[in-house]
DNA sequence: TTAGATGGTGGAACGCGTTTCAGAGCAAGA
DNA sequence: TCTTGCTCTGAAACGCGTTCCACCATCTAA
């Protein structure tokens, strides 16, 4: 394969006018710049970008790390970092952790070894004060609440609030013993979720329902199955994904039960399936959340920290 | 940040001796591995993994393209390519094209500049012949009957042969109007699988009905409004994907359709949600899949060409 | 007329780890 | 005693594109 060096020696000129004609630097004269592309189209000249990347210092490629890419949740922030890559002209390596500490670490040490510019954490099991001090490396932005962090950037929603709010609902719609579902119980919103849910507790006691380890439309029977065996039952259910949520009413419905009169269901996310089971949910901008992800791994975003806004769908669950 | 150079400087020996000893090559006498290492750890030397790849003309990088990792078949494939991508130590890039041909004419041309070893494609848009063109610059590797072809490696099932079945099966078990539902129309598996349709309606003639660009559970509801439009109506359905088999399950329990006496489903994948709804399908083993292309595109793989066995699973929707 | 752009060009250093090769020291086998 | 053959070490070349800097030629503004 041709090098630099030997289009520059086959069309007579230097390697740095070669590099030039490449770069479309304009110093160029069209002369030499049409006898460097045609022997550059003779060999069909490729650039390695290993070499441009050691050169220039950075990769252009970003690492994502996410627990699994089957979730949805999941795969629609991906999708949203997909499309600022294209745009951005940048590529991405998608680091599956199944949350294993091990896989974490290895993300932050390609970024310690230059492999990647920038990571992108959705979600982690290493603490937050640890993948602060690899920021040196290269930027880093997670997505969940790291407001007053001052290394980290970070693009979240408010999940402590958005939980209060559809607690509140549906005590309002009457419901007396709310419990709520949710994928697994460590993680900072997990943490945020508990938070409201204590808060709504005091303020009206009542049995605690929480139900864990939920992820998939499957996991919807599981939860029916526990809620089964209980004898004081939750009558409403907070569950902080959409595929589950209907996975419980596809459960519910198998039992025979009505909803919302036996159980009501809000859902998190208005994935297209809530649309289509007329689930009442909160529509969290995920592949959005995604877009703004990677903006902020370039450096382009202008504040460290940026919350977006959900908002309550109501359907036909509550 | 310290390179090899000043790590030699500072422990007093060569660079060599220093690569040898981040190396673990046997010829380096204690004392100066250790004085290596202690300046090593002084300075936290890091490796630049582009300056390796550079040197070593590789970049321990794969490729994986696929149209859109939201869809559980293609996070099921991912999930087994990253399964080996980790017991290899290499990690990938994956690439969503969203079935755009620039999308895929990049992941190529990546190859081409080195930025990656090589190239599993999950589902394409542009001609195999084109794509073969490519395999100078790196092994690639379809999941498609790719049998024949002699540059590019392939790993696939039998769709022809899984579709021929599943009609017979249909058509033993007393069904007369069997349609099928798929995701997109052109592409080499839903070629087979047409093909096999066209075979069993010159076998057994009967009124066609084939619904396309079927991807997600939601996508059931759309293809039951179709059917509903029709005045003779399909009494059996092949199903490309589980998921939007239990979409059309959802839509037909929704419609007070009962399943299978009027509406029989069969489904693809196997995947959790087949089983939580008592779907009968074929049980395709994707995340093995995805294993087996991961070890294809690192050569590890004794034949080019490789089929996976894949067997019905009855439930109760036939 | 002169100082100061502006266009155009190339040599050489740089980013950094790997690998080849030559050579030295030393022990075992012939 | 001589030949192998291993252990150990380092100089230098290599992979390859980018960029700094020096330099020449024109041309323009003062």
Known sequence: MANIRDIAKMAGVSVTTV????????????????????????????????????????????????????????????????????????????IQTNYEKEREQEALDMLKHKQIDGLIICSHRIELPTIEAYQQYGRIVVSENAAGNKSIDSVFVDHYQSFMDALAYLKHKGYKRIGYCIGRESGSNSYFR?????????QYPQKEFVFTENYYFEDGQKVMDEISELTEKPDALLVTSDVVAAGILTACKNAHMRVPKDMAIIGFDNQPIAKMMDITTFEIPIATMGERLFQHVLGKAINRHEELAINLIERGTV
Chains 1, 2 share one sequence.
Request: charged share 25%; net charge positive.
């Open 19 to 94: 590099s030039r004609v490449i770069n479309d630097h304009p110093y160029v004269s069209e002369e030499k710049r049409k006898a460097v592309i045609d022997v550059m189209r003779k060999v069909d000249y490729q650039v390695n970008r290993t070499a441009v990347s050691l050169s220039q210092g950075k990769s252009h490629l970003i690492g994502v790390v996410v627990p699994f890419v089957k979730h949805p949740y999941f795969g629609l922030l991906i999708e949203g970092i997909a499309k600022q890559a294209v745009e951005n002209h940048y590529h991405f390596v998608l």
């Open 194 to 202: 508990q938070l409201a849910y204590k808060e709504f507790l005091r």
